[in-house]
């Protein structure tokens, strides 16, 4: 699909979901090259994406909102640098997701607790 943001890092030896599970283990933030599937990006411009870390669903910021991602993206194997980190997200912004995402008026008025997940904050993606 393409290359997004700084792509002027190599792709080999990107750690998988459970590689990148095993050396976050015990950390509160890690620079990494991941890889895995994208589940879901952002409906409205590409501004977001999650993905699947071997079972563990990871939320994706692009650096400085520097850049985006193709809205068709889902399904798609992607490679990226950045920052892995845990995050709490606050009510406001999960809603925001969930109409990024295009979720139902059931599913939104369902958030009403700030989550903890872990995050990425990409300086760039490979998207295959």
């Known amino acids: 699909m393409g290359s997004f943001g700084d792509t002027s890092w190599s792709t080999e030896n990107a750690l998988n979901g459970e590689a990148f599970l095993a050396a976050l283990d015990g950390k509160d933030s890690l620079e990494a090259t991941v890889t895995g599937d994208i589940t879901a990006a952002c409906q409205t411009k590409g501004c977001w994406m999650t993905m699947d870390m071997n079972g563990t669903e990871m939320v ?11 809205m068709n993206s889902a399904g798609h194997k992607a490679t990226m640098k950045g920052w892995a980190y845990v995050d709490t997200i606050s009510v406001n912004e999960q809603i925001e997701f969930a109409k990024d995402a295009e979720k139902t008026e059931e599913e939104i008025a369902a958030i009403s607790e700030p989550l903890v997940k872990l995050s990425f904050m990409a300086d760039g993606v490979v998207i295959e």
């Open 60 to 70: 994706v910021k692009f650096k400085d909102y520097g850049f985006f991602v193709p």
